[in-house]
């Protein structure tokens, strides 16, 4: 049993016409793609409330995509208690998209280095998540650290080189493996 994660987001605009100047992202015990990607999404939600823009239903999505224990908006809304826990799993999942790698910063020609944290393979749906914004791509092309292909990026410990725009500012950057099929407890779909 585990109390299910706290998602706003649908209350920002609310949030800042009372006046609220700051707002935390919660994210001890999760990954640190967990809290770039929840900021990276709350600041687009701040930025469209700051402009008079209307809420955008697709920020709930791109929150569903991270792996999570099932999510309650604890108390900006009534609900009945049973909504605030978790009695399924103790442990969070998602259905849409699972960590795989950190870039480096280091280049090699048309190469970027990346910091393997799970297995992924040539020919997956790819999500490449920068400040400056995202860029989604088939992978068609990795390397080891020798130059020789790699059909796959075995796990945590490797570092493997993927082709990348030049253009592209790697700082920050983290790669995510899109889900077709298969969830993070089955990331395989084995």
């Not at 978790?86 to 910091?115: C, H």
Request: aromatic letters at 10%; glycine letters at 10%; charged letters at 25%.
């Amino acid at each position: 049993m585990n109390s299910k994660d706290l998602r706003a987001i649908a209350h920002v605009e609310r949030l800042t016409q009372m006046g609220v100047h700051s707002l935390k992202i919660e994210g001890r015990t999760k990954s640190f793609y967990y809290c770039a990607r929840t900021a990276q999404v709350y600041r687009k939600a701040i930025d469209d409330a700051a402009a008079g823009k209307p809420f955008d239903t697709s920020l709930l999505e791109t929150l569903e995509g991270l792996a999570h224990r099932g999510y309650t908006e604890g108390f900006l809304r009534r609900h009945t208690h049973d909504d605030y826990q978790n009695y399924e799993y103790g442990y969070s999942l998602s259905e849409r998209q699972q960590f795989v790698g950190e870039f480096t910063g280091e280049r090699n020609g048309p190469l970027a280095a990346v910091a393997v944290k799970n297995k992924f393979s040539v020919g997956d749906s790819l999500e490449l998540m920068t400040p400056q914004g995202n860029v989604n791509f088939t992978l068609e092309h990795m390397e080891n650290g020798k130059g020789e292909a790699m059909p796959v990026a075995p796990g945590d410990g490797y570092t493997v080189w993927l082709p990348v725009p030049d253009d592209l500012p790697l700082q920050y950057a983290l790669l995510m493996r899109n889900f077709t099929g298969q969830t993070t407890r089955n990331p395989h779909g084995n």
